[in-house]
C-alpha cells in the first residue's frame, strides 16, 4: 500500500473509527461516521482501477485495510469487506458512470445473494428475473444484506431471464421503486453492519443493469466475487485474533496474583493456553500470506487455498477469542476491555455464506478432482 493511503487510513481510525467504535456496537447502529471518514480517506475507491480514477489496490492491499479495521471495529470491517467484494465485480461487468463513482468514494456497494427459500446455499437462488416490456422484473425475499438500506446499490443474484445458467446477476440501484428492507438488525456480533432482510416485489430494472451474461452469474461469482470475499474475510478474522492476543498479552503481564507475587503470564496454564492462542493467529497470517502468493503466481493450488482460506481463519478467530475469554476471565466479560466485542464478532465468519461446513465440503470435492458444482440444486449446511 501506498504510504499516503496508510497515513490517511490511520487517522481515520484514530480520529473517527477506533473513538465510535463501542458505541456502534452498543447501539447497534451504521456506523456512517466511520464509512464517511474511510470514504474521505480514499479507501472506499482504493480497489477501483485508476482508469476510472480509482487507487488500483490489490487484494493483498484491501487485505491489509480489513484487517487492521476488524481489530478496530468488526462492523466498518465487514462493511468495507463487502462492498469491495461487490465493487470486484461492477470493475469487471459494470457500467463506466457507477465504477467512477465507486472510485471517487461516491458509491458504496454490497452483495445480495443469500436468500430465505436457500439460507446460505447462494448458489441457488430462488429469486426470478422476468422480460417486463423493455425493462426486466425482479421478484426476490433476501434474508441478509450486509449495509441494508445504505448502500447506494446491491450486486444482486436472481434466477436467469430464459438462460440455462443457475443463476444471474444485476446492479440494482437502492432507490429501486418495489425494494425494501423488511426489519433492523439486532445482532449477537457485528451490530452495526445493517445486515437485514431486504425484499424486492415487482422491481423494474433496465436490461442493461444486468451484470455479464444471462445464466453466468455463478461463474462470475467463483472467479471474481468469491477470491475477494473468503480472501477478505480470512483477514477479518485474522485482525480480531490479532488484537484480542495483543489484549490477552497485555492482560496476562500486568494482572498480579499478590499471594504468589507473580503475574498471570508467570503461570504455567496461562502460558500454555496464550501459546495457543499465538499459535492459531500465526497459523492464519501463514496461510493467508501463502493464499495471496497463489493468486499473484496463478498456481494450479490457487482455488483449493482460496477455499480453504476462510474455514480455516474463522474457525482459528473463534478458538483465539474464546481462549481470551478464558483466560482473562471475569475482566474479559466487561465491555471495557473490548475482547467480548471481538469475541461476539469474531463468531459471525463461520455461519456468513459459503458456512465452514459448505467450505469443507468444496474442499473435499476440490482435493478429490471432483466438480464443486456438479449439481448446484443440492443442499449444503
Known amino acids: 500500500m501506498k504510504s499516503e ?64 479495521l476488524a481489530g478496530i471495529c468488526g462492523s466498518t470491517a465487514m462493511i468495507l469487506l463487502m462492498h469491495y467484494a461487490a465493487t470486484a465485480c461492477i470493475e469487471a461487468h459494470g457500467p463506466g458512470g457507477i465504477r467512477e463513482r465507486i472510485a471517487a468514494g ?51 443474484t436472481s434466477l436467469p431471464v430464459e438462460a440455462a445458467g443457475p443463476m444471474t446477476l444485476w446492479l440494482v440501484p437502492a432507490d429501486t421503486p418495489g425494494l425494501a428492507v423488511k426489519d433492523t438488525f439486532d445482532g449477537l456480533g ?10 424486492a416485489e415487482n422491481v423494474r430494472v433496465p436490461a442493461d443493469a444486468r451484470l455479464g451474461d444471462d445464466g453466468g452469474g455463478l461463474d462470475i461469482a467463483l472467479g471474481v466475487i468469491l477470491p475477494w470475499f473468503l480472501v477478505l474475510n480470512a483477514a ?41 492462542m499465538r499459535l492459531r493467529a500465526d497459523e492464519i497470517r501463514a496461510f493467508l500470506d501463502m493464499t495471496l502468493g497463489a493468486i499473484a503466481a496463478g498456481t494450479p493450488e490457487a482455488l483449493l487455498r482460496i477455499l480453504e482460506v476462510k474455514a480455516l481463519a474463522a474457525e482459528a478467530a473463534a478458538e483465539v477469542t474464546d481462549q481470551a475469554m478464558r483466560l482473562c476471565g471475569g475482566s474479559a466479560f466487561r465491555k471495557e476491555l473490548g475482547i467480548e466485542r471481538h469475541f461476539r464478532d469474531g463468531l459471525a465468519a463461520r455461519v456468513m455464506a459459503p458456512t465452514t461446513e459448505a467450505l469443507l465440503d468444496f474442499v473435499g470435492q476440490a482435493a478429490l478432482n471432483l466438480p464443486l458444482f456438479d449439481n448446484p440444486a443440492r443442499g449444503r449446511s
Request: net charge negative; charged share 20%; glycine share 10%.
Open 5 to 68: 493511503r496508510i497515513s490517511l487510513l490511520i487517522h481515520a481510525i484514530d480520529d473517527v473509527i477506533q473513538p465510535d467504535a463501542r458505541e456502534t456496537d452498543r447501539r447497534g447502529e451504521f456506523p456512517r461516521s466511520s464509512i464517511e471518514a474511510l470514504r474521505a480517506a480514499g479507501i472506499l475507491g482504493m480497489v477501483s482501477s485508476p482508469a476510472v480514477g480509482g487507487g488500483g489496490a490489490s487484494l493483498g492491499d484491501a487485505a491489509v485495510v480489513v484487517e487492521h
Open 236 to 276: 477479518f478474522s485474522l485482525g480480531i485474533a490479532e488484537v484480542v492476543t495483543e489484549e490477552t498479552a497485555a492482560h496476562l503481564t500486568r494482572t498480579r496474583l499478590d499471594h504468589l507475587d507473580a503475574t498471570l503470564a508467570e503461570q504455567p496454564v496461562s502460558r500454555l493456553g496464550f501459546a495457543r
Open 190 to 199: 457485528l451490530r452495526g453492519n445493517a445486515s437485514s432482510p431486504v425484499r
Open 106 to 156: 461516491d458509491y458504496l456497494t454490497t452483495l445480495a445473494f443469500s436468500e430465505a427459500g436457500s439460507r446460505s446455499h447462494f448458489w441457488v437462488p430462488g429469486g426470478t428475473a422476468a422480460e417486463a416490456g423493455d425493462d426486466v422484473r425482479l421478484d426476490a425475499q433476501k434474508s441478509w444484506v450486509t449495509s441494508a438500506g445504505h448502500a447506494d446499490g446491491y450486486v444482486w
